[in-house]
């Protein structure tokens, strides 16, 4: 599985994040909050400085700082299509606009007990549900899977009571789609695995209660 070095407020980081949604790509994420001593030193370590995001493809044994480095590369070596819309440094700009009413959150490390084994979240960048919870897994430095579940269609759209009252009949596609309705018979992010302690959650306030409850020191 790929690993990305990173942090929720980093705009930069968050470009990533949207192409692996746009390429429908898993990844391993390592929470690197500001303060944060658990990942964050290895990036220095491996790669000589604390830059984010910084991505390591274990298949190719390629590591890569540099957000439109990192976009290009994953395109090119796993055949996705680059996301759309503007150069880079528009999209950097617009990605520093939609972190800006966020403030902090998901910028700094908190206290937390480390889990044996990473979280699993399926999750898809712009939803807003999603964010809050991918920005407290990032605080308390907790790793987890992020399985990206962007829409696939015109009946992915709205909540998924949209989809169930107008689209009953409409397939499923998309890779994590597909998988999560073949393992739970639902579509609703985000929707939190925890193996450490058998934990399957939806619901952003509950995911967040839970969080807190089990890691936070
Ligand atoms: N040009 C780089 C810029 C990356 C960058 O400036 N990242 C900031 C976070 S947004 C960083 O690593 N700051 C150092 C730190 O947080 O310690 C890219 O596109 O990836």
Redesign the pocket.
């Known amino acids: 599985m790929l690993e990305l070095f990173e942090?929720e407020?980093?705009?930069?980081?968050r470009?990533?994040r949207e192409a692996l949604t746009e390429m429908d790509l898993d990844v391993l994420i390592r929470p690197?909050?500001?303060g944060g001593q658990r990942f964050?030193p290895q990036v220095s370590e491996q790669g000589g400085?604390?830059?984010?995001?910084?991505l390591v493809d274990p298949n190719t044994g390629t590591a890569l700082?540099?957000?439109?480095?990192?976009i290009r590369y994953l395109a090119e070596t796993y055949g996705a299509r680059r996301p759309r819309g503007g150069g880079?440094g528009l999209r950097?700009l617009t990605s520093q606009l939609a972190s800006l009413p966020r403030l902090t959150r998901g910028l700094r490390a908190r206290a937390s007990q480390p889990p044996e084994q990473p979280l699993e979240l399926y999750s898809f960048e712009s939803s807003p549900y999603s964010r809050p919870v991918r920005e407290r897994l990032c605080e308390l430095e907790l790793p987890y899977i992020l399985r990206n579940m962007g829409k696939a269609q015109k009946a992915d759209m709205g909540p998924p009571i949209v989809r169930r009252k107008f689209y009953p009949d409409a397939g499923i596609r998309g890779r994590n789609r597909q998988r999560m309705h073949a393992e739970t018979g639902r579509l609703q992010v985000p929707y939190l695995i925890d193996p450490n302690t058998d934990t399957r959650l939806y619901e952003s306030a509950d995911i967040l209660r839970y969080l807190n409850e089990t890691y936070a020191q």
């Open positions: 942090f407020g980093c705009p930069y980081c470009l990533v690197c909050p500001k964050r400085k604390a830059q984010f995001p910084y700082y540099e957000s439109d480095a990192i880079h950097v």
